[in-house]
T-cell receptor, first 111, second 112 residues
Framework: DQQVKQNSPSLSVQEGRISILNCDYTNSMFDYFLWYKKYPAEGPTFLISISSIKDKNEDGRFTVFLNKSAKHLSLHIVPSQPGDSAVYFCAASDYNNDMRFGAGTRLTVKP | ETGVTQSPTHLIKTRGQQVTLRCSSQSGHNTVSWYQQALGQGPQFIFQYYREEENGRGNFPPRFSGLQFPNYSSELNVNALELDDSALYLC???????????FGPGTRLLVL
């Protein structure tokens, strides 16, 4: 069952512009959300997280927004850089810390 | 501080065989989780170990089993391999509770 969905398999943006990656979830018990970035031949690398008591968390160029009523979160990267090109996974967990991942979105940032 | 390491990096097995994959946790982390990532999909949770005991399990059959050792390293064992078991297997270590999980590079398993 797909409890976490990333409906865009790929996204291409120009260097310097904003990248917006989206994620939807169905399980209302999820209360902690994370974004991971994955380069080829490497494991996923933690990027940023947000708990359900917040609606925004910012870390440098990366901001995660959470809309609990819509069960939707998004990752904004501003400004996008070619080194940001990777597959981005959204993940959600409940109190058991059992993480569910989306299928990923491949971001390509063009110079 | 060393990161999460996994061995081997690649493995080829035939259907019906058994396989053991290994993971060394990041220093100080006593919780390890295992994931299966099929091609084009996100990681799927297999199970988690905390202090050498299984602490949660995803929707995987009993032929997927694990061990965690006193030094917090761990193993994933898969018996009676099937073709669909071909995937990237990731382990992730963390502190207990709602702490960030740090992933190893994975072991790519091919079942023929």
């Amino acid at each position: 069952d797909q409890q976490v969905k990333q409906n865009s398999p790929s996204l291409s943006v120009q260097e310097g512009r904003i990248s917006i990656l989206n994620c939807d979830y169905t399980n209302s018990m999820f209360d902690y959300f994370l974004w991971y970035k994955k380069y080829p031949a490497e494991g996923p690398t933690f990027l940023i997280s947000i708990s359900s008591i917040k609606d925004k968390n910012e870390d440098g160029r990366f901001t995660v927004f959470l809309n609990k009523s819509a069960k939707h979160l998004s990752l904004h990267i501003v400004p996008s850089q070619p080194g940001d090109s990777a597959v981005y996974f959204c993940a959600a967990s409940d109190y058991n810390n059992d993480m569910r991942f989306g299928a990923g979105t491949r971001l390509t940032v063009k110079p | 501080e060393t990161g999460v390491t996994q061995s081997p990096t690649h493995l080829i097995k035939t259907r019906g065989q058994q396989v053991t994959l290994r993971c060394s946790s990041q220093s100080g982390h006593n919780t390890v989780s295992w994931y299966q990532q099929a091609l084009g999909q996100g990681p799927q949770f297999i199970f988690q170990y905390y202090r050498e005991e299984e602490n949660g399990r995803g929707n995987f059959p009993p032929r997927f089993s694990g061990l965690q050792f006193p030094n917090y390293s761990s193993e994933l064992n898969v018996n009676a391999l099937e073709l669909d078991d071909s995937a990237l297997y990731l382990c992730a270590s963390s502190l207990p509770g709602r702490e960030t999980q740090y992933f190893g590079p994975g072991t790519r398993l091919l079942v023929l």
